[in-house]
């Protein structure tokens, strides 16, 4: 209050000398009064009634932010525990490719050397059965070829003898000269 006391006294004082200074800049002390009652009667009730309202306001807006702010990093949270789960998913995945693929190979090794086992087998069955046959012609052949040298040979000695030989005595012949020609 002194203040505007002070200042009112300055208002008057300057206002009656020279007719401006200070009292064009400070409105007459009466309204002056008047203006301050009327600031504080508005702020008094901006104070008891609106500013609770506005408090309440920025609690509610600053507890909404804090809510924001903890679920932003509960999310954030969950996201990265849910990247790691999929880098161990994705981990896993890569592993269990690779052991696939491993035994794909290694099945494909089995299955080139089972079919060559296989094929070696077969070769050698083959060769075998081919040997057997050639055996087998071999003795047709020497039976064949006996039996015509014997043809030949019965042939000969009867034209040499000059007759016929009885069948006991051929056959000792033919074996005869088959052990012979065997030998050389």
Known sequence: MQFLN???????????????????????????????LAFLIV??????????????????????????LSEAEEAKREAESLL?????????????GNRIIE???????????????RAEEEASQTLAKAREEAQSEKGRALAEARREVGEISVGLAEKIVGGSLDGKLQQELIDRYLADLEKL
């Open 103 to 117: 035994e794909a190979r290694a099945a494909g090794e089995q299955l080139k050397a089972d079919i060559l086992a």
């Open 43 to 68: 702020f008094f009730f901006v104070w008891r009634k609106a500013l609770p309202s506005i408090n309440k306001t920025l609690e509610a807006r600053q507890q909404a932010i804090t809510g924001q």
């Open 84 to 96: 790691a789960d999929y880098k161990a998913q994705l981990a896993d995945a890569k592993a269990e």
């Open 6 to 36: 002070v200042l009112v006294v300055l208002a008057t004082e300057e206002g009656g000398e020279s007719g401006g200074g200070l009292s064009l800049v400070l409105p007459h002390p009466d309204e002056l009064i008047a203006g301050i």
